[in-house]
């Protein structure tokens, strides 16, 4: 499969807490771009990190990509309550598709 | 600046019925994708449109589905003879360009449930 794979499947913490979830990836990509996906709704654009980018940040997110081992990594800072939704890696290579993982779901307990 | 619209936004079929999704995307945006998502899935690539043109449909079944983003209005996502198996949420995404890796942005999707 080419698909990205989200680590772990489903993640649940307390607020306040930081929450992290992971991508790993198969082929080359250009860039690699990170989802959130709240229940029965479409998906909010987060973050994307280009192939020659190792770090950004977004206010509480900060993304993290490792080309050598594919993967990169989402990590959300003192989450709150509404951080709970699914969160999607894509990837992005030789074509313009977006290619996704299963998601991460993430519970934060109040 | 409106995003992506999509509508409808639910849509029941019966079995064998034709359903027709439609796409806006963002004003300015001149590139469509299709994507589809099946409960607990992540979303599957389907097509990718420029204005009157497919650029790549690698995604799409071969029989029953089509798509087109035509000159003037919005974006289609055709389904013929519906079965139960495509019961699923389509999502439309739109970007400024193709070339470059931009930003998809994502409209709030059709829920088809085929009856």
């Known amino acids: 499969s080419q698909q990205g794979e989200e680590d772990p499947q489903a993640l649940s913490i307390q607020e306040g807490e930081n929450a992290t979830m992971n991508c790993s990836y198969k082929?080359?990509?250009?860039?690699l771009q990170w989802y959130r996906q709240n229940s029965g709704r479409g998906l909010v654009h987060l973050i994307l990190?280009?192939?020659?980018?190792r770090e950004k940040h977004s206010g509480r997110l900060r993304v993290t990509l490792d080309t050598s081992k594919k993967s990169s990594s989402l990590l959300i800072t003192a989450s709150r309550a509404a951080d709970t939704a699914s969160y999607f890696c894509?990837?992005?290579?030789?074509?313009?598709?977006?290619?996704f993982g299963k998601g991460t779901k993430l519970t934060v307990n109040p | 600046n409106a995003g992506v619209m999509q509508n409808p936004r639910h849509l029941v079929r019966r079995r064998g019925q034709e359903a027709r999704l439609r796409c806006s995307p963002m004003?300015?945006?001149?590139?469509v994708y299709w994507y589809r998502q099946l409960p607990e899935e992540g979303l599957k690539f389907m097509v990718y449109?420029?204005?009157?043109?497919?650029?790549?449909e690698s995604g799409m079944p071969k029989e029953r589905f089509s798509a087109e983003f035509p000159k003037e209005g919005p974006s289609i996502l055709r389904i013929q003879q519906v079965v139960r198996g495509d019961s699923a949420a389509y999502f439309c995404?739109?970007?400024?360009?193709?070339?470059?890796?931009?930003?998809?942005?994502f409209g709030p999707g059709t829920r088809l449930t085929v009856t």
């Open positions: 990190i280009r192939s020659n980018e």
């Open positions: 995404a739109s970007s400024p360009a193709g070339t470059g890796g931009y930003e998809q942005y």
């Open positions: 082929t080359s990509i250009n860039n």
């Open positions: 449109l420029q204005k009157e043109n497919i650029i790549d």
């Open positions: 004003k300015g945006h001149s590139h």
């Open positions: 894509s990837r992005q290579g030789g074509s313009e598709k977006l290619v």
